[in-house]
């Protein structure tokens, strides 16, 4: 599992190079293939989970980018994102949705009545793209331009641009598709000045796309499932029924909750999403999420807080307390306000290395609250199991603080890479390797399960210094 290296290239831009991404993704499989001791002529066929929101515009005939991928982290648009959400243009579209919401008492118009703009969507960047990129604009102007999320540009160039495609967890996470009528938001592109031509069609997420050229790996391999990397984790975790939850906690933290066939509009901090497509059944998701987790714990180790990742739980169960320090998480990007400062606060002569650590530690399992109640409050559904991935989710003072707090049991499966797990299924199902998901559950190894330990009341001063942090870290 290697890490494609993000590029800064000016303060509060995120990068990737294509051809890196490109060249590290055939790599990648054939390693996989390679250390599994198989040769490629036995692969029945590949999964392909991605990165979700980070894009690449380029030109249909030459193939060529107009520009590096826009990452979800990216904050280029933040200016941009903070005049829109004031404008006036924007109260009137809440206005006009809200009054038919009122009439028609149909959901589908909810969504748009408190529509708020956020840099991690992919929407005001792509605006950016087109207000600042000739070539880009020029060549949709002719029918020229193609926009792909990391997932169609693997597809385009695995299948040496024969097929251009996306899926519904894909599309329905870039904030520019509309998942109520399933299709790219005109409305939207209008009011951004987007083309509505650059967009690839939307596939099932389980679907035979095509096959890889054999020049890429020997032999044409087909590829049977494109999946986002949040929506993959949900399926490899068989949070297959409505009420199941899955919390993932990797570069981010996502809390997604299994609505069914209902498809709830947004909530303020919870956004509608497609979980999967398999022929007629279309799963929906509500998710919730939170910036910099494993980015705060890499940073802490970057600057030698720790040497190793696993030391941190033993670092923050040597203390019983931070000693009041809290941690605001914020490096990149916070959903409600791009201009959040990450800080620490409550530093004192006596504080040490462990109080630092056990703060950034805390600050997680007090996000997933958060996060936790808003959900509890907003998505009419019981919540059934919560299962938990994600590389921090192998950290048992996170797992046990977080059970705790929401006064729940959470489950951790033996395996924490959820996403290439979902991947495998879906591909695994449109293949016929495997008939349906009950033969999947039967697949789930669990190897811890952490329930509630402690009441609520024992850290409820503790939390409520940290809010008070929050919001002095606020608008910066």
């Known amino acids: ?239 297959f029924h409505p009420g199941d939850v899955k919390l993932t906690m990797g570069t981010g933290g996502f809390w997604n909750v299994n609505t069914g066939e209902h498809l709830f509009a947004s909530r303020r901090g919870l956004y509608p999403l497609i979980g999967w497509k398999i022929g007629e059944e279309v799963v929906y998701l509500t998710e919730g999420c939170m910036s910099d987790i494993g980015t705060a714990i890499r940073w802490a180790q970057d600057i030698n807080l720790f040497t190793n990742v696993d030391e941190t739980e033993k670092m923050a169960r040597s203390i019983v307390d931070s000693q009041g320090v809290c941690f605001v998480p914020g490096f990149q990007v916070s959903v409600n306000d791009p201009y959040l400062c990450a800080s620490f606060m409550g530093l004192k002569p006596s504080t040490t290395r462990n109080h630092l650590v056990r703060a950034i530690l805390e600050s997680v399992a007090f996000r997933n609250k958060q996060l936790y109640d808003i959900i509890v409050k907003k998505v009419r559904i019981p919540l059934q199991t919560i299962r938990a991935d994600g590389g921090v989710s192998n950290n048992s003072f996170v797992m046990q603080m977080t059970s705790d707090l929401i006064n729940k049991k959470i489950e951790k499966p033996a395996n924490a890479d959820m996403s290439s797990l979902g991947a495998a299924f879906l591909a695994g199902l449109a293949s016929g390797f495997w008939t349906d998901k009950e033969q999947l559950k039967k697949l789930r190894r669990i190897e811890a399960v952490f329930e509630p330990q402690k009441e609520l009341e024992e850290y409820k001063p503790a939390m409520d210094i940290w809010l008070q942090a929050m919001k002095r870290s606020l608008h910066w």
């Open 1 to 239: 599992h290697e890490q494609v290296e993000s590029l800064y290239p000016r303060p509060g831009w995120v990068e990737l190079d294509p051809e890196v991404l490109w060249s590290q993704f055939v790599g990648v499989i054939k390693d996989a293939v390679q250390a599994a001791g198989l040769h490629m002529r036995q692969i029945a066929g590949l999964g392909i989970s991605t990165q979700r929101a980070t894009f690449i515009t380029w030109h249909k005939r030459t193939g060529k980018p107009f520009h590096n991928f826009i990452s979800w982290q990216d904050l280029r648009s933040s200016e941009l994102v903070n005049s829109w959400n004031k404008s006036l243009l924007l109260k009137v579209v809440h206005v006009i949705f809200t009054v038919l919401h009122f009439l028609t008492g149909n959901d589908r118009y909810l969504a748009p009545s408190f529509l708020t703009f956020s840099t991690q969507q992919t929407s005001m960047k792509l605006s950016w793209v087109f207000k600042n990129i000739h070539e880009a604009e020029e060549a949709a102007k002719k029918n020229n331009c193609c926009f792909g999320t990391v997932d169609t540009w693997l597809l385009y160039r695995l299948t040496k641009g024969s097929v251009y495609a996306t899926d519904y967890s894909n599309a329905s996470a870039t904030g520019v598709f509309e998942p109520f009528t399933k299709s790219w938001n005109p409305t939207l592109c209008n009011l951004l000045s987007i083309p509505m031509s650059i967009y690839p069609p939307v596939k099932d997420t389980s679907f035979n796309f095509g096959s890889a050229d054999s020049e890429i790996f020997g032999v044409p391999i087909p590829i049977m499932a494109v999946v986002a990397d949040q929506q993959s984790a949900m399926f490899g975790e068989c949070c």
